[in-house]
């Protein structure tokens, strides 16, 4: 907890947001449609280009986490939490296109909290035929000047 306290409180009493909220496009993180736009872009793109990590992490609460649900080699259900950059890892260069984008959106707010049940589909082509489609559930907060990603999870299981 003192950890996180002084990851935000150190950069305001130097005169300055964190980094990633100085960053940020204000289009990306200026509504909902803004910020889940982004998160989709980031991770879209040809084979032999590099994700956009940079970007994703203006998106992203310093504090963000990402789950990805599946099973194990026994069939059981297991989950996977990490942090963004783990997410990321080395970040090389893709093997193959990926373009995922979003084909449906359910919203739930309250106050400055949103959770977000945003249905899509990927290719490996941009606008091609989708090989896989599911559902990401993405939790959204509102700090009084921007929308931050605080998480997401999605079931690759499915």
């Not at 009493?13 to 200026?30: F, I, Y």
């Not at 994700?51 to 789950?67: M, S």
């Amino acid at each position: 907890m003192r950890a996180t306290i002084l990851r935000f409180a150190l950069p305001l009493l130097l005169g300055g947001l964190p980094l990633s909220a100085q960053t940020a496009r204000e289009a990306d993180v200026s509504s909902i449609d803004g910020i889940l736009a982004a998160y989709y872009e980031v991770v879209s793109g040809p084979a032999g280009e590099v994700p956009d990590a940079e970007r994703d992490r203006t998106l992203h609460h310093p504090d963000a986490w990402v789950a990805i649900a599946g099973v194990d080699d026994a069939g059981a259900p297991v989950v996977n939490v990490m942090s963004l950059d783990d997410y990321h890892g080395d970040n090389g260069p893709r093997a193959a296109g990926f373009w995922e984008w979003e084909t449906g959106r359910e919203v739930r707010r309250s106050g400055n909290m949103v959770h977000v049940w945003s249905s899509y589909a990927s290719a490996r082509t941009e606008g091609g035929e989708p090989f896989t489609t599911g559902v990401n559930s993405i939790t959204l907060f509102h700090d009084g000047a921007r929308w931050w990603i605080m998480g997401w999870m999605f079931d690759g299981s499915v």
